[in-house]
Every structure is written in structure tokens, then in C-alpha cells.
């Protein structure tokens, strides 16, 4: 079967940096991407990789090994506003995405 | 610019009764996508189009129907409403041949009793 695996909550201190790991196992990769979506609002579209390697985007970075199976994303200079849930999604050969079941992040002062 | 929004935001119903959830975009995108998301799930595929006037099953289809008669509209049916429909409902758009960025709607809260 096809599988997202990414931690469900995690906690960080305004200011610091964290990272969100995402693990998958699909049926074909047709890139990865990550979403964020804050309490009763849609997802916003935050980043995707299709190739290996670092994409850089202000505070926010994503990383993609396809040998691996593995993602993560990368938030720097924490502010409240980043605490909302992120969402790691793949397509997959028929071009559907799967998605994991998200991450919520809690913004401590 | 709307976007891509959905009618209604919350809706109560009985078991049994159905409804019709609309999905409007006015950023002329070919494909549109029905969701739904329920907690420590991801979001699941309910049905999708790639273009008007074609429509096709999802990872959930059963209890659902659609319809996409005009580009910029996706409609989502619910003939005979039951509690495990209880759910929010996201509609998103995106352009044919991009990296395949969706645009979500603000969603449906939806309460099946």
C-alpha cells in the first residue's frame, strides 16, 4: 500500500529553527510537496521537489532523497505565525497526490 | 481575484437527507478536486475532473456524486447523507501540465446527525 509517515505534533521555541520530516512509500514518485494549513483554513501551497537536494524559499527550505523515501522541511527564525499544521504530499505515478496526515506545530514564546 | 470558493461553509443535516456542495473558480483551471479531511487522516480523494464535462472516481467515492457541466464550476452531491459523511469538505483547482500546485477553497464543515 502507499504510505506517508510524518510525526504528528511537534513543539519549538520562537526564533529557533525546526525540521518536519516526511517518509514515503507510493506506488511511483512524481514529486513531493509540502502544504501548510492553519486551524480551520484551507492548505497553502509552500513547496515542491521533484529531484534531489535542497529547495530554498526565504525561511522555509525542503529537502528530497528519493532513495530514501524521505523529505523534510525546514523552518527558520520561528514566528507565532508558523504554528499551524504542515502537510507532506507525493504524487504518485497516476499523478495522484497521497497525503500524510500532517504535522501540527506549536510556536512556544 | 476570488479564487477558487465554496458554498456552504457549514451545513447541519439529518441522516438520509441529501445535499449539493458548490465549488466555484475564476482562475480557469482544467482540473478540479473534491477532498475531504478528517482528523489524524490525511486528505482523501473523493472525485475529480480534468476538464468540463468529465468527471472521475477518487480514493472515497462511495456515498458522493459530482457533476463539472461549466469549466469554473464543481459541484459534490450527496444523495442519502450519513453519519460517516460528517467531515470537512475542501474544493481545490489547479492548471493542467504545472507542477501541479492546488488552490484550495476555505472548506465545508459538514455534520451528519
Known amino acids: 500500500g502507499q504510505n506517508i509517515d510524518q510525526p504528528t505534533e511537534m513543539t519549538a521555541t520562537e526564533g529557533a529553527i525546526v525540521q518536519i520530516n516526511c517518509t514515503y512509500q507510493?506506488?511511483?514518485?512524481?514529486?513531493l510537496f509540502w502544504y501548510q494549513q492553519h486551524a480551520g483554513e484551507a492548505p497553502t501551497f509552500l513547496s515542491y521537489n521533484v529531484l534531489d537536494g535542497l529547495e530554498e524559499k526565504g525561511r522555509f527550505s525542503s529537502f528530497l532523497s528519493r532513495s530514501k523515501g524521505y523529505s523534510y522541511l525546514l523552518l527558520k527564525e520561528l514566528q507565532m505565525k508558523d504554528s499551524a499544521s504542515y502537510l507532506c504530499?507525493?504524487?504518485?505515478?497516476?499523478?495522484?497526490?497521497?497525503w500524510g496526515a500532517g504535522t501540527k506545530l506549536i510556536i512556544k514564546p | 481575484n476570488a479564487g477558487v470558493t465554496q458554498t456552504p461553509k457549514f451545513r447541519v443535516l439529518k441522516t438520509g437527507q441529501s445535499m449539493t456542495l458548490l465549488c466555484a473558480q475564476d482562475?480557469?483551471?482544467?482540473?478540479m478536486y473534491w477532498y475531504r479531511q478528517d482528523p489524524g487522516m490525511g486528505l482523501r480523494l473523493i472525485h475529480y475532473?480534468?476538464?468540463?464535462?468529465?468527471?472521475a472516481k477518487g480514493e472515497v467515492p462511495d456515498g458522493y456524486n459530482v457533476s463539472r457541466l461549466k469549466k469554473q464550476n464543481f459541484l459534490l452531491g450527496l444523495e442519502s447523507a450519513a453519519p460517516s459523511q460528517t467531515s470537512v469538505y475542501f474544493c481545490?483547482?489547479?492548471?493542467?501540465?504545472?507542477?501541479?500546485?492546488?488552490?484550495f477553497g476555505e472548506g465545508s464543515r459538514l455534520t451528519v446527525l
Open positions: 481545490a483547482s489547479r492548471i493542467a501540465g504545472d507542477t501541479g500546485e492546488l488552490f
Open positions: 507510493t506506488s511511483g514518485f512524481n514529486g
Open positions: 482562475m480557469n483551471h482544467e482540473y
Open positions: 475532473s480534468v476538464g468540463e464535462g468529465t468527471t
Open positions: 504530499a507525493v504524487r504518485d505515478s497516476n499523478y495522484q497526490l497521497i
